[in-house]
């Protein structure tokens, strides 16, 4: 009896933190849902500032510019610093940044107070991000992957709901009716606060965990790996643009669909990122995450050629294929870069999340301009080979040099 009574105790102290664990991981990825729902509301005001204020489309396109600058550069700073001097009030002090950016938005009268607007928004994502995918990763439980996953498919189910917003609140109510949207910014504020609280307590764990770590890989084998995973969310994150930004002119210029149609075959698309979002994550945990990368931007090739040549409802049907082979990439590339930069967690976070922000704008604008010149079905052509680049991961080194010289098995402890 005296023997059974403490493992009994050991276990349901192990059973309560993995109850604890999970819920922060829930209420990091409903946060994250929350904040990219009010991150998507600047775009579905677009054609009412354009209306408005009379902007042409480079006008219209700074706006964009402004935002994923200000979320894209200070993304790694943000998460570097946090690296070396951990921050427990950074969390619900982003969110209140959001806040503070939607009320802006929802009573800026210039151009440019609404570029102030977006630009505090702006700063707002890039505080969350690397700080919330740290708490993610500290509640993992050691199922990184997964962690990663579940906190990013909140992200990716709050942009899919940024056509519906368009469509039916945002631009029938107007731009006052952002100040609706603030309730959520406060219901991300308390939850965050909470969440902060638990990931103080867990910091002295955490640096024992780094600290047995292992054996890192040399740096220039670090530099070169991170640079060709670079490239890869570079042709991830392109093409993905070339859908989330031109997707519905494409439908209603090749098929002639109404705009509510075209915005629900875009939420639908989005929706199925988010559903692959989710499951790369676990696959990355149970067969790596270099196996990963490598099938879901190369093996999303053929869905991505076929894709101009298909009428209405097989370019729907195309269109979620290629959403849920080519999302699950992201969650990999995060967490086998974590893995390869051990004490790093928020500056790669930061980096990886940041560049996803900058990529994808740059490569709308890119695209725009491609596409004003040629059309958008030769857009789609041309950006069909870019998944080819992931060739590139059949290169990449096991994360751990000891997993690599060990059982082969590329999951974490």
Not at 3 to 17: I, Q
Not at 72 to 85: E, N
Not at 176 to 200: D, E, M, P, Q, Y
């Amino acid at each position: 009896m005296t023997t059974t009574t403490p493992t009994y105790a050991a276990v349901a102290e192990r059973k309560a933190a993995q109850t604890t664990a999970l819920g922060v991981l829930l209420a990091v990825s409903a946060s994250h849902m929350l904040n990219d729902t009010m991150q998507s509301l600047a775009p579905a005001l677009y054609p009412v500032f354009r209306e408005k204020m009379a902007l042409t489309f480079f006008q219209t396109g700074v706006i964009t510019f402004v935002f994923q600058i200000s979320a894209s550069l200070l993304q790694p700073l943000i998460g570097l610093a946090a690296d070396r001097r951990p921050m427990s009030f950074l969390l619900p002090v982003g969110m209140a940044f959001t806040l503070a950016g939607l009320v802006g938005l929802a009573f800026a009268s210039t151009y440019p107070l609404l570029l102030g607007a977006v630009a505090v928004i702006g700063i707002g994502s890039a505080i969350f991000h690397p700080e919330a995918s740290r708490v993610a990763r500290a509640a993992s439980g050691g199922r990184h992957g997964f962690a990663q996953s579940v906190f990013q498919v909140g992200g990716n189910f709050g942009q899919s709901t940024g056509p519906l917003l368009a469509a039916f609140i945002v631009v029938p109510f107007g731009q006052h009716s952002v100040l609706a949207f603030t309730a959520l910014a406060g219901i991300a504020v308390v939850l965050l606060t909470g969440v902060s609280r638990w990931h103080r307590d867990q910091r002295a764990r955490k640096k024992q965990a780094e600290a047995a770590a292992g054996p890192r890989h040399p740096p220039a084998t670090v530099f070169w790996t991170i640079t060709a995973l670079i490239i890869l969310l570079f042709s991830k994150v392109l093409y993905m643009s070339s859908l989330s930004s031109y997707y519905t002119f494409y439908l209603m210029g090749e098929f002639g669909v109404s705009v509510q149609t075209a915005q629900v075959m875009l939420f639908v698309f989005l929706a199925s990122v988010a559903v692959g979002t989710f499951f790369g994550g676990p696959l990355a945990d149970r067969f790596g995450a270099k196996t990963v990368i490598w099938g879901s931007i190369f093996g999303v090739l053929p869905f991505t050629l076929l894709l101009p040549h298909l009428g209405l409802a097989g370019t729907a049907i195309n269109s979620i294929a290629i959403g849920l082979v080519l999302s699950s990439a992201f969650s990999a590339i995060v967490v086998y870069a974590q893995e390869l930069t051990p004490g790093n967690v928020g500056a790669v976070a930061g980096l990886f999340f940041g560049l996803s922000f900058g990529l994808g704008g740059v490569g709308a604008a890119l695209l725009g301009m491609l596409a004003d010149h040629t059309s958008l079905r030769f857009v789609y052509q041309v950006c069909a080979f870019l998944p080819a680049i992931g060739f590139l991961a059949a290169f990449l080194p096991s994360p751990r040099p000891t997993e690599a010289r060990g059982s082969g098995s590329p999951q974490t402890p």
